[in-house]
């Protein structure tokens, strides 16, 4: 089930966060344009003065006509809101009861609606308890794994190594 707070431009996650993940990537197109317009100033000193408004433009608006620099902006912007920003699926912040109570309409229901929110919210923590403990104890394993492979590889070193050493002239020497 999908949380109420996950998506692109979710206002409970900018509230709760104080920061949006398009926003942000606004802030990143935006010193983009800082930086190439301090470039074309630098640049173009004295020919910038000489050009016309709508010339001027089309030099400033030039990296950002191209279809690549457009697409790598927008997959900068999902990347963020899908990956570096995402809230998942699995956080419960306090909005997702407000949603809960604010989407129920009869009194009655309310405190069955708040109960059922309690409920869900401490399987939800008692779920969480155990995937922890489930990757402690897949870890634990995968350590005895890693020991397992260590010893078998050395024993099969040992298994090598006695295959190509000759034997000692004591023992091939006859019993007496």
């Known amino acids: 089930m999908e949380s109420e707070l ?19 990537s606004d802030s990143v197109f935006n010193v983009y344009v800082d930086t190439w ?3 074309c100033s630098e640049e173009f000193k004295s020919s910038l003065k000489k050009l016309t408004d709508k010339d001027r ?17 927008k997959l900068m912007k999902r990347y963020c809101v899908t990956e570096i920003f995402h809230i998942p699926v699995t956080v419960t912040l306090p909005e ?13 229901s309310q405190s069955k609606a708040e109960k059922d929110f309690s409920m869900k919210l401490e399987k939800i923590r008692s779920l969480r308890i155990k995937l ?17 492979h260590v010893m078998e590889k050395s024993q099969e070193q040992l298994i090598q190594h006695s295959k190509t050493v000759p034997k000692s002239p004591s023992r091939m020497a006859s019993p007496v």
Do not use: H, Y
């Open 132 to 148: 922890v403990q489930r990757k402690n104890e897949i870890e634990s394993i995968n350590g005895a794994i890693e020991v397992l």
């Open 6 to 24: 996950s998506g692109i431009s979710n206002e409970s996650q900018i509230a709760w966060f104080g920061f949006s993940a398009i926003s942000f």
């Open 37 to 39: 317009e301090e470039v």
């Open 96 to 108: 997702c009861k407000k949603m809960l109570l604010a989407s129920n309409k009869e009194a009655k």
């Open 57 to 73: 433009l089309a030099l400033l608006s030039f990296p950002f006509i191209d279809k690549s620099i457009e697409k790598v902006f």
